[in-house]
C-alpha cells in the first residue's frame, strides 16, 4: 500500500479585528445622545444632528433609519420623532421646565438635562451632593384658596377677602414664591400690592365680573425680584466689612444688588429699595459688618432701633431680677 499522504496542517485562521474602539464608541454616544434629545419631548431634524456631531447627513440618515429602525419614525414635514409606543408618559424636558419654574435652574453647576437624569438615577444613599432643605410654609389646608386664586387670575376675575381683619377687593394678577412664603400680586384701588397667601380668608370669586390685565403691572411683577410693590424707590448705598464681602459678592442679597470691591477688601454695594423694613432685617443679620451709608436718616433709624431693643432687653433682665 502506498504510504498515507499527510494532511496539509489548517492555516490559522486570522485574528478577527475587536469591533470595540474609539469609532465604535463615538457611535454609541451619539446614539445615545440622539436618544436623550428625543426623550426630551421634541421632534429633530437630521441636519442639525449632523452640525452638532460633526458627521454626515448620510450618517444620520443610518443612524435613525437602521440603527434606530423601530424606535425612531418620520415626522409629515420630514423630521424625527420617537414612535408613540416608546414616548414616555411626562417627557424628559419636564424636568428642566419644572426646575424652572421652582426656581432651581442654578442649584447645580452642570444645567443639562443628562446631568439631572444622572443624579436622579443614582441611589440617594449613594449620591455625592445633598441639598439642604429651605423652609417653606405649609400651605396644605391652603389649597383650596391656592386652586381658586390661580383659576382668578387666569380667568381676570376680580376677588373678595379678608385680609388682617379687614375686607379687601383685588383684582389678581400673579402668585409669587418668595423666602418660603407665597404672596398674592394684585391690584386693589389702583394701586398694586402683595398679600400673604396664608393670611386671605373667606375667599370669594366674582366668576361674572371680568377686568383687563394691565400690562405696566404685568411688566412691573415679572421684572422685581423681591415683593414689595411701591410706586418708587430709594437708592441706598451700603458697606460692607472685608469679613462679609465674600457673601455679598457671591450672590445677590438684596434687589438690583451692585457692588464694587475697594482696595481694602471692603465692598460698596448699591441697591433699591421700597421702604426700610425692606432692608433693615438684612443689615440686622450682618451686623457689624454692614453699615448704611445712604440715606444716613435710615442709618440713624437702624441704630435708634438697636438702642431701644437693648434698652427693652435690659429691662427685661432688671424686671426678672427684681422678682
Known amino acids: 500500500m502506498p504510504a498515507a499522504k499527510k494532511l496539509p496542517e489548517p492555516k490559522p485562521k486570522p485574528k478577527s479585528k475587536s469591533t470595540r474602539g474609539p469609532t465604535v464608541t463615538r457611535l454609541a454616544q451619539r446614539l445615545s445622545k440622539i436618544l436623550a434629545l428625543l426623550h426630551q419631548g421634541d421632534d429633530i431634524d437630521k ?11 448620510r450618517t444620520i440618515e443610518r443612524d435613525l433609519s437602521d440603527r434606530l429602525d423601530g424606535i425612531v419614525e418620520h415626522t409629515a414635514d420630514g423630521r424625527w420623532q420617537l414612535v408613540p409606543q416608546q414616548r414616555s408618559t411626562i417627557p424628559a424636558r419636564y424636568l428642566n421646565d419644572y426646575s424652572r419654574m421652582a426656581g432651581t435652574t442654578q442649584l447645580f453647576p452642570d444645567r443639562s438635562l443628562h446631568y439631572l437624569l444622572e443624579q436622579l ?36 376675575n376680580e376677588c373678595r377677602f379678608t385680609y388682617k381683619g379687614k375686607p379687601r377687593h383685588a383684582q389678581p394678577y ?12 394684585a391690584e386693589e384701588a389702583g394701586r398694586l400690592k402683595n398679600f400673604s397667601v396664608a393670611l386671605i380668608e373667606a375667599l370669594q370669586v366674582d366668576e ?37 464681602a465674600h457673601y455679598f459678592a457671591r450672590r445677590q442679597l438684596l434687589p438690583e444688588q451692585q457692588h464694587r470691591m475697594d482696595a481694602d477688601g471692603s465692598l460698596l454695594v448699591t441697591t433699591q429699595i421700597n421702604h426700610i423694613n425692606q432692608l433693615l432685617p438684612v443689615v440686622r443679620y450682618w451686623l457689624p459688618n454692614v453699615q448704611i451709608v445712604k440715606p444716613v436718616e435710615w442709618q440713624e433709624a437702624l441704630m435708634d432701633g438697636l438702642r431701644q431693643a437693648l434698652a427693652q432687653s435690659t429691662s427685661i433682665k432688671n424686671h426678672r431680677h427684681g422678682d
Not at 126 to 138: A, G, K, L, M, N
Not at 214 to 239: C, G, M, N, P
Request: net charge neutral; hydrophobic share 35%; no cysteine.
Open 174 to 185: 400673579r402668585l409669587i414664591h418668595k423666602n418660603g412664603v407665597w404672596y398674592l400680586a
Open 47 to 57: 441636519r442639525w444632528l449632523a452640525e452638532e456631531y460633526k458627521v454626515s447627513v
Open 208 to 244: 361674572t365680573s371680568r377686568f383687563t390685565t394691565k400690562r405696566a403691572h404685568q411688566d412691573y411683577i415679572s421684572d422685581k425680584d423681591d415683593v414689595w410693590f411701591t410706586e418708587s424707590t430709594t437708592e441706598v448705598l451700603l458697606r460692607v466689612a472685608p469679613e462679609a
Open 121 to 156: 438615577e443614582t441611589a440617594e444613599a449613594s449620591r455625592t451632593t445633598h441639598v439642604q432643605p429651605i423652609p417653606h410654609e405649609d400651605l396644605r389646608t391652603r389649597s383650596p384658596t391656592f386652586a381658586k386664586l390661580q383659576s382668578a387670575i387666569e380667568r381676570h
